[in-house]
T-cell receptor, first 112, second 114 residues
Framework: DAKTTQPTSMDCAEGRAANLPCNHS???????VYWYRQIHSQGPQYIIH???NNETNEMASLIITEDRKSSTLILPHATLRDTAVYYC?????????????FGKGITLSVRP | DAGVIQSPRHEVTEMGQEVTLRCKPI?????LFWYRQTMMRGLELLIY????????DSGMPEDRFSAKMPNASFSTLKIQPSEPRDSAVYFC????????????FGPGTRLTVL
C-alpha cells in the first residue's frame, strides 16, 4: 500500500538542475512529505521535508503543489556525488505513527 | 558527535547460529529504529522504540527476531536461530526529541548467513 509513486530512474548532466517528481494523491491533511536519499552502500540520509509551503535548505528545494497531491525535489546544481536512490515518503510529524515507510525510490544518475 | 554507531559492520555466520547486532544512538536522541534492507524487499522497518519502550514491532518478521533497548545508549537486534533468508543489511536509525522525523542512520551491518 505505497503512499507515494516515483519513476524508477532518471539521469541528468552534472551542473544542471535535477527535478525529481513524486505523486502522493492520497496524502492526509496532517502528513508531511519527506525526502531521503541513499548513496550506494550507505545508510539513508535526510534531505528535506514540508507540509504545504515550498521549502529550501542547503541541500535542495521542495516544491509541493497547492492540492498537495504531488511534489518535486530540486537539486539545483547536481554533482556526481548526488548519484543515489531518492525516496519520497509521506508521514505524520510526531507520535506513534511517525515512522517512515520507504518505497523503491528513484535512482538518479548524474553524468559527467 | 560520532553519529549512530553499529557493530559489527560485517557478520558472516552459519545457519542456526545466534546473531546479535548492536546500535549506539546519537547522544540525546530518544527514538530508535531498526531496518532491514534486501534487494527483493527494499528497506523495511522492523521495530522502533521511543524512550526505550517498543512502540511498533509489526515489522518483525517472526519469533526468531527480538530487539531490546535496555537504556538510552544501547540497543540490540537478535536473530536466533539465523537462516540464510535473514541475509541483509541491517540499519539502525535514531531521532532526536521533537526533530520532525529527521532520522539519522548508522552505516549498517551486512549479515550473511550461510
Amino acid at each position: 500500500d505505497a503512499k507515494t509513486t516515483q519513476p524508477t530512474s532518471m539521469d541528468c548532466a552534472e551542473g544542471r538542475a535535477a527535478n525529481l517528481p513524486c505523486n502522493h494523491s492520497t496524502i492526509s491533511g496532517n502528513e508531511y512529505v519527506y525526502w531521503y536519499r541513499q548513496i550506494h552502500s550507505q545508510g539513508p540520509q535526510y534531505i528535506i521535508h514540508g507540509l504545504k509551503n515550498n521549502e529550501t535548505n542547503e541541500m535542495a528545494s521542495l516544491i509541493i503543489t497547492e492540492d498537495r497531491k504531488s511534489s518535486t525535489l530540486i537539486l539545483p546544481h547536481a554533482t556526481l556525488r548526488d548519484t543515489a536512490v531518492y525516496y519520497c515518503i509521506v508521514s505524520v510529524l510526531t507520535g506513534a505513527n511517525s515512522k517512515l515507510t520507504f518505497g523503491k525510490g528513484i535512482t538518479l544518475s548524474v553524468r559527467p | 558527535d560520532a553519529g549512530v554507531i553499529q557493530s559489527p559492520r560485517h557478520e558472516v555466520t552459519e545457519m542456526g547460529q545466534e546473531v546479535t547486532l548492536r546500535c549506539k544512538p546519537i547522544s540525546g536522541h530518544n527514538s530508535l529504529f531498526w531496518y532491514r534492507q534486501t534487494m527483493m524487499r527494499g528497506l523495511e522497518l522492523l521495530i522502533y522504540f521511543n524512550n526505550n519502550v517498543p512502540i511498533d514491532d509489526s515489522g518483525m518478521p517472526e519469533d526468531r527476531f527480538s530487539a531490546k533497548m535496555p537504556n538510552a545508549s544501547f540497543s540490540t537486534l537478535k536473530i536466533q536461530p539465523s537462516e540464510p533468508r535473514d541475509s541483509a543489511v541491517y540499519f539502525c536509525a535514531t531521532r532526536g526529541r521533537g526533530r520532525d522525523n529527521e532520522q539519522f542512520f548508522g552505516p549498517g551491518t551486512r549479515l550473511t548467513v550461510l
